[in-house]
T-cell receptor, first 112, second 113 residues
């Protein structure tokens, strides 16, 4: 069966510090991979998605970047965090044929 | 533009009462349709999905949804709500042309005892 893991689960970082959130998928190959963000009390905002290694599509211009160094690994990064980067970050994968998303447990980032 | 609309931001129901959460989509062709649930501080869990065929879809936790092409709707229902159903519910659609789901803005369900 397929599983998805993302870490860390909770992160408190000062403004201006770097960020790295990691996500890995097991039990499938060549998945589509996604990073979403939820601000407090808000809906889902798609940040990045990837249909293959090294292929990244950015949905919203911002302070963040994403990379896919391996088929089942997706990394969300920032060189210098802003207060507005605080939120709940969700990684997800999907089968390319159906679009059905499978989500990780989320990473809560607080920027102080 | 393709979109998914959940007109109810917040719904409150009593435990044991029936529930219907509304979802409308705007697409040129019938998309694949999904309902997800999110408990506080957790990821999203798939409740049910519609690809084609029978328009009444059964899901987990006693939920069902009915696809109505004429109304471009995919409403989620449950005959008797339990306190543990309190959560955020998201409707989503997929056509395959953009490799990504389009989500509605979500409906927060509160259950009173």
């Amino acid at each position: 069966s397929q599983t998805i893991h993302q870490w860390p689960a909770t992160l408190v970082q000062p403004v201006g510090s770097p960020l790295s959130l990691e996500c890995t998928v097991e039990g499938t190959s060549n998945p589509n991979l996604y990073w979403y963000r939820q601000a407090a009390g808000r809906g889902l905002q798609l940040l990045f998605y990837s249909v293959g290694i090294g292929q990244i599509s950015s949905e919203v211009p911002q302070n963040l970047s994403a990379s896919r160094p391996q088929d089942r690994q997706f990394i969300l990064s920032s060189k210098k965090l802003l207060l507005s980067d605080s939120g709940f970050y969700l990684c997800a994968w999907s089968r390319q044929s159906t679009g059905e998303l499978f989500f990780g447990e989320g990473s809560r980032l607080t920027v102080l | 533009a393709q979109s998914v609309t959940q007109p109810d931001i917040h719904i409150t129901v009593s435990e044991g009462a029936s529930l219907e959460l509304r979802c409308n989509y705007s697409y040129g062709a019938t998309p694949y349709l999904f309902w997800y649930v999110q408990s506080p501080g957790q990821g999203l869990q798939l409740l049910l999905k519609y690809f084609s065929g029978d328009t009444l879809v059964q899901g987990i936790k006693g939920f069902e949804a009915e696809f109505k092409r004429s109304q471009s709707s995919f409403n989620l229902r449950k005959p008797s709500v339990h306190w543990s159903d309190a959560a955020e519910y998201f409707c989503a659609a997929y056509t395959g042309t953009a490799s990504k789901l389009t989500f509605g803005t979500g409906t927060r369900l509160q259950v009173t005892l």
